[in-house]
């Protein structure tokens, strides 16, 4: 859920010297991704009630270490909890610095915007996040500053996860996932997630497949529309063009 508070303001500089033709081209900062998954999971809870979600986003990375972007995807939860709207758009920047030989930091903020979602307790989520990387390794945590996600009484909600990327060769790379989301005052709510997730970058297409299951409480996560658990363990497939 990869949205009212500000969002950063980042101050850009030009490079003053001049590029040789026998120079490398420097990488383009903006970069674009659109995709398909068939279930659009989120930190382990199925977003668009175990159907197909199409989604898309727009980064924009500087060479000083600020990153800047938006991501969307459908979405069927909100109107499942009484409200409205069907999407899903999330606002975010941060900045990213190695602090050691192999050691990078990245800090940032995060809003989940929910567009006229007419919940009781509103859907838009405003989260600050750090993260630490180590080799293939990342941990990171997310603190939210608002309610979570529409659950009345949830600031200061919270969710660890650590997570490592392989290279397995041949544009292949395995990742293993582990998070618990901690939900302020709902305790009923709190549960851990996992998954692992198996990839292959064919020139820009990323084919993935991964397995996604949480420890839910199945009474707490499922469906309005359906009564189905919305945690089950799964197998989630998706497809992601990068240009």
Do not use: C
Not at 153 to 163: C, P, Q, R
Not at 171 to 178: A, E, I, K, R, S
């Amino acid at each position: 859920m990869k949205m009212s508070q500000s969002l950063l303001v980042l101050a850009l500089s030009a490079a003053a010297l001049p590029v040789f033709a026998d120079e490398p081209a420097p990488a383009d900062p903006l970069s674009f991704n659109i995709g398909a998954v068939s279930e659009y999971r989120y930190r382990g809870i199925s977003q668009s009630r175990l159907k197909p979600a199409l989604q898309g986003g727009i980064d924009y990375a500087h060479s000083s270490g600020f990153y800047i972007g938006t991501w969307a995807s459908t979405i069927k939860w909100v109107k499942d909890a009484g409200g409205d709207g069907s999407v899903e758009i999330d606002v975010y920047g941060g900045y990213k610095t190695e602090i050691a030989p192999g050691l990078t930091a990245d800090v940032g903020v995060l809003q989940y915007y929910y567009p006229s979602n007419k919940l009781s307790t509103s859907a838009n989520t405003f989260e600050v996040y750090g993260a630490l990387s180590y080799g293939p390794v990342t941990a990171k945590y997310s603190h939210g500053t608002t309610n979570l996600f529409g659950v009345p009484d949830s600031k200061n909600s919270g969710y660890l996860d650590v997570s490592a990327t392989f290279d397995i060769g041949d544009g292949m790379t395995l990742t293993p996932h582990v998070g618990h989301q901690t939900v302020k005052h709902t305790s009923v709510a709190s549960y851990t997630d996992y998954s692992l997730t198996l990839a292959k970058d064919f020139s820009g297409v990323v084919v993935s497949a991964a397995i996604v299951g949480t420890d839910a409480d199945k009474g707490f996560y499922a469906s309005p529309a359906n009564g189905k658990f919305m945690g089950k363990t799964t197998l989630v497939v998706g497809l992601k063009k990068t240009f």
